[in-house]
């Protein structure tokens, strides 16, 4: 069961959690990376989105977790699967996919009252060219904000570090949706942005829990959300990735909680 809340409010209202809290976002991040290990054998020409989040569904609850996204704000799935040019929130279903389709599966777990959110890139069939760039800029866009994760350190630097990589590249860095804080809630302080200026934001202490989940568009910035109120696409209708960790800022550096068990986070294929 859950326990009381932990850690306190630092001066920006970010929560610095304990050395035992760190123990339970371990558990649950692993949980979320073990399920995307799980899922990338399924993922191939023909399979719906549906049938792909079901397994989700299946394996979190097996394991003794539960979903954070069902029933968070009326949303009603165990994943977001957001294929080529959908940015984020794409909502399984009937839909078959492709040869040379990409899409990211973004899971969030609630384990012990702790919640692990990780999404990773997948390709059904053959990756094209293009794509397979796009997919791997935008996973060292991460890697390169994760980088910057250190006490001293600001969430400006992070958002900095990612920008100036992906638009060296060419890219399109979303604004329009951002990384968070999370511990034993889904969204809480601070916006964790993947733009921003050097220096700028508050400054990383021991102890935060947070996501970075960079969303990279072939083409222009621009989003908007289509009328079943959760799919975004880039406006322009370019392709669009993703990859997301949850980490915690530790002495040293960070301990980045979603890393995958079987060294699947990138490539999945
Ligand atoms: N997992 C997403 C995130 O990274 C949030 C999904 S909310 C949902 O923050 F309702 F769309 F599932
Ligand atoms: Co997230
Ligand atoms: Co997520």
Known sequence: MNRATTGYLNKDRIRIHDPADFEGMRA?????????????????????????????????????????????????????????????HGIPGDKVLKDGDILNIDVTCILDGWFGDTSRMYVAGKLSRKAERLVEITHQSLMLGIDQVKPGNTFGDIGAAIQRFAEAKRMGVVRDFCGHGLGQVFHSEPNVLHYGRWG??????????????????????????????????TKDRSLSAQFEHSIGVTEQGCEIFTLSPAGKFYPTW
């Open 28 to 88: 649950s991040g692993r949980l979320a990376a073990q399920s995307l290990d799980m899922i990338a054998d399924y993922v191939k020409p023909g399979v719906t989105t549906g049938e792909l989040d079901k397994r989700i569904q299946d394996f979190i609850e097996g394991a003794g977790a539960i979903s954070a996204t069902i029933g968070y704000r009326g949303y009603q799935h165990a994943s977001c699967i957001s294929i080529n040019h959908v940015v984020c």
């Open 200 to 233: 700028a934001g508050p400054v990383l202490e021991p102890g935060m829990f947070f996501t970075i989940e960079p969303m990279i568009n072939l083409g222009r910035p621009s989003t908007k959300v289509l009328s079943d109120g959760w799919t975004a696409v």
